[in-house]
């Protein structure tokens, strides 16, 4: 069965480091696209970052460029998302989601993705 694990949330001050993991199991990492998307309460879900199968391409939300980055570690089926410079509005919870597509395109919209994790919380506050 297909499954996807986040890890990695917490607790974490202003300015301050956390790195996401996504752990998956029942499929082969490399066929697939994954996301990362994040929800704060009474906000819509957002799109934070999404890497392509084969790892050629990469996008980030202009609200987390240049302070997040997006990888993924095949042979150990984890994609991990580092999140350097955190403020107080990235605090969410984190979900990672997959879509099958060794050519398919990477993009940052939720309905484009069928497999999702139950969600890391990410809380940034002094």
């Known amino acids: 069965q297909l499954q996807l694990v986040e890890s990695g949330g917490g607790l974490v001050q202003p300015g301050g480091s956390l790195r996401l993991s996504c752990a998956v199991s029942?499929?082969?990492?490399?066929?697939?696209?994954i996301g990362w998307f994040r929800q704060a309460p009474g906000k819509e879900r957002e799109g934070v970052s999404c890497?392509?199968?084969?790892?050629?391409?990469?996008i980030y939300a202009d609200s987390v460029k240049g302070r997040f980055t997006i990888s993924r570690d095949n042979a150990k089926n984890t994609v991990y998302l580092e999140m350097n410079s955190l403020k107080p509005e990235d605090t969410a919870i984190y979900s990672c989601?997959?879509?099958?597509?060794?050519?398919?395109?990477?993009?940052?919209?939720?309905?484009?993705?069928?497999?999702w994790g139950q969600g890391t919380q990410v809380t940034v506050s002094s």
């Open positions: 989601a997959a879509v099958l597509g060794v050519f398919r395109l990477c993009v940052l919209i939720p309905n484009e993705y069928d497999y």
């Open positions: 890497i392509s199968s084969s790892d050629s391409m990469k």
């Open positions: 029942g499929f082969t990492l490399d066929h697939y696209v």
